[in-house]
């Protein structure tokens, strides 16, 4: 406890001074346990000062107890609505430090001081609020205040008050509203069972919301209840209890029904599907997901018919993924011959979907008389889940298709997904097609074959007088394993287009096998004139054991080109190396912001005592963005 002295000298600092000096002894009360103080706290609440407020009410919380209670609640009867609300929230946290002098004020004469009861109580975390709250909620005259009884007897959610709440059930609706939300929070036996006591008893409005409440709970004491209901119930009513069934059943929805009782629920799933309530249609996809078979299907198409794909794309999912998981059946079929465009669209999105062999040669069935965009997304689908048995599906759009997208489906099919080497010749005719992917697309597939033919192919082109065939020609070589091509690569170096030079290095580079000649050359042209060229020199040598690497890689931190500089250091970082620490030193006098974080960030990874030092130099530095970055490399090795 402080002493007296202090507490006295807080107390007639609160009394007057500017409002710095109020707030800073407002916070001292608290910090303090200045007793003494609350009185004069209380009434600082009414400061119109936000930080002289916000301090008391802190304060006022820190000390608590009966005290501080009795002084807050006349506030409750303030006629400024920000003080009434203030002295709420922090009775709301003592409440519990002397229960009595708030339950006293349930019987107080002014309305708006047992509203205010009741809501500070529906925090006081103690059992022993239940019987007063219930007699507030079964007997006050005012319905607001048997309303916020009700929803602070669900803030407490104690069983204790279920047999009160359940009378409550008889109250206006208003009141029965907030009834059926506590009885939902407190999820005892008795509070399902007034729940659906309740039910067809009361408003449609009240019946909503007590099925409502009750598939939330998720509790499968409620199943039996609701299923008593659902045959008794109006269509707008059963429909609600059909969506509560399914959020309680889930996937056990048939298994634990009856067949008697499955037939009956099946039929009430597919009346519920009309409902005009969105929560309930998904509920009913939901359910006849869980079913299955053709009938759920062919209702579960037609329903999908009706969303519309740019307004409710969640939804229209939603009902695609039910249908995958019912798998194929006649429904999806019929659907996807049917002269309904918009049916066959939806049964088309679901078969691309199905990893199924009776789905896959539908699909190819039905190709060549779709239209475009869908022969697009058949063919992307095929493209992955099909095996051998779209092998001549896939050639015949080779000879006989137009559209770009479906042919790079095919080529990546019969090349890469299938390595079909039968198709070599097929697929080498695309390298000249007019469209460019199309052509990158045959390249690929190539790559992946690797026949003679190809590989013959592919030399030819490093010879030819266009620069995309010679590219083509030398990357496709590079990326092929297992042939004999460093000659022909070695060609392409000097090449007088640098991206050609370029993808001539990375695939020499790739495959020299750390042969000391073929790494010697490469590295000759880190004085390439093309930039390009030099970062795939400085990638390139950077992937060598660290003994050949350093040598190579350390003229390239003096490169022109920044990135160039970037990139070798990176490097150099990435292999261990101590020693290019004088080199790195220049880059740390850049003018390029960049390349001073990289080479710090090159020093913090190093570490050692001259890196720390060179780090300290910059902390004087007027670039905060640098100063920043030697900050944090400093941390790093410290």
């Known amino acids: 406890m402080v002493g007296k002295h202090r507490c006295q000298e807080i107390v007639e600092r609160l009394s007057a001074g500017d409002m710095e000096s109020l707030r800073d002894s407002a916070f001292a009360a608290g910090d303090e346990s200045c007793r003494e103080a609350i009185p004069a706290l209380t009434e600082l609440l009414r400061s119109e000062h936000l930080g002289v407020q916000e301090a008391a009410e802190l304060a006022l919380k820190k000390l608590g107890g009966s005290r501080t209670i009795h002084f807050l609640t006349p506030l409750l009867r303030s006629e400024s609505p920000p003080v009434r609300n203030v002295a709420v929230d922090i ?11 708030i339950v006293d004020l349930l019987f107080d004469d002014d309305t708006d001081v047992r509203i205010f009861a009741a809501d500070i109580l529906g925090h006081a975390g103690s059992i022993m609020v239940v019987s007063p709250l219930c007699n507030s909620l079964l007997k006050d005259t ?6 916020q009884a009700a929803v602070s007897l669900g803030q407490l959610a104690y069983h204790e008050a279920s047999s009160c709440l359940k009378k409550a059930l008889d109250d206006e609706e208003w009141v029965q509203f907030a009834v059926i939300e506590a009885l939902k929070k407190i999820r005892d036996e008795s509070s399902l069972v007034a729940l659906t006591s309740t039910l067809g008893q009361k408003s449609e409005l009240v019946d909503s919301m007590i ?26 009513l059963r429909n609600k209890i059909i969506q509560a069934l399914v959020g309680i059943l889930g996937e056990r929805t048939q298994s634990l029904l ?6 009956t629920f099946f039929e009430y799933l597919l009346t519920a599907l009309e409902d005009e309530d969105p929560d309930i249609q998904d509920a009913a996809v939901q359910g006849l997901e869980y079913f299955g078979g053709q009938s759920a299907s062919r209702k579960i198409l037609g329903f999908a018919c009706h969303l519309d794909e740019e307004i409710e794309p969640d939804r229209l999912s939603g009902a695609i993924g039910a249908l995958q998981r019912i798998g194929f059946n ?4 019929e659907a996807v011959r049917s002269e309904d465009e918009t049916l066959a669209a939806r049964a088309i999105a679901v078969l691309t979907k199905l990893d199924s062999l009776e789905a896959r040669r539908l ?18 689908a095929l493209r992955f889940r099909s095996g051998p048995e779209a092998r001549d599906f896939f050639q015949r759009i080779l000879e006989d298709h137009s559209d770009g997208t479906v042919i790079k489906s095919a080529l990546l099919f019969l090349g890469k997904g299938l390595k079909d080497v039968s198709a070599d010749r097929s697929v080498l005719q695309f390298l000249w097609h007019r469209f460019p992917d199309v052509r990158e697309a045959a390249l690929e597939a190539c790559i992946f074959l690797g026949t003679d033919p190809i590989i013959e192919q592919l030399r030819s082109m490093t010879r030819s007088t266009k620069t995309e065939e010679r590219l083509y020609g030398f990357y496709g070589l590079g990326q092929m394993p297992g042939i004999e091509r460093t000659d022909v690569l070695r060609q ?3 090449d007088e287009e640098a991206e050609v030079r370029r993808a001539a290095l990375e695939a020499l580079a790739a495959s020299c096998d750390d042969d000391p000649s073929i790494i010697s050359e490469i590295s000759d042209f880190l004085g390439d004139e093309s930039r390009d060229v030099r970062l795939a020199v400085v990638s390139s040598l950077a992937q060598l054991p660290a003994g050949q690497a350093v040598p190579l890689l350390e003229p390239a931190l003096e490169d022109e080109d920044d990135w160039v500089r970037i990139r070798a250091l990176e490097g150099l970082v990435r292999l261990g190396y101590e020693g290019s620490l004088p080199m790195i030193a220049k880059l740390l006098e850049s003018e390029n912001t960049l390349l001073q974080i990289k080479a710090i960030e090159a020093l913090s990874s ?27 490399a400093l941390f790093k090795i410290r």
């Open 330 to 333: 006649e429904a999806l079929e």
């Open 492 to 494: 392409g170096l000097y």
């Open 91 to 101: 009775l709301r946290d003592i409440s519990d430090q002397d229960l009595d002098s």
């Open 363 to 380: 699909l190819m069935e039905i190709f060549w008389a779709m239209d475009r965009d869908a022969q697009r997304q058949i063919s992307q």
């Open 142 to 147: 005012d319905p607001n205040v048997r309303y």
């Open 258 to 263: 009856t067949k008697l009782s499955r037939e």
């Open 606 to 632: 190093i570490g050692g005592e001259d890196a720390f030092q060179m780090l300290l130099s910059l902390l004087d530095v007027e670039d905060a963005e640098v100063r920043a970055a030697a900050e944090n």
């Open 211 to 236: 099925i409502e409440a009750l598939g939330e709970t998720g509790s499968f004491k409620a199943v039996p209840l609701l299923l008593n209901k659902l045959d008794q119930a109006d269509v707008p």
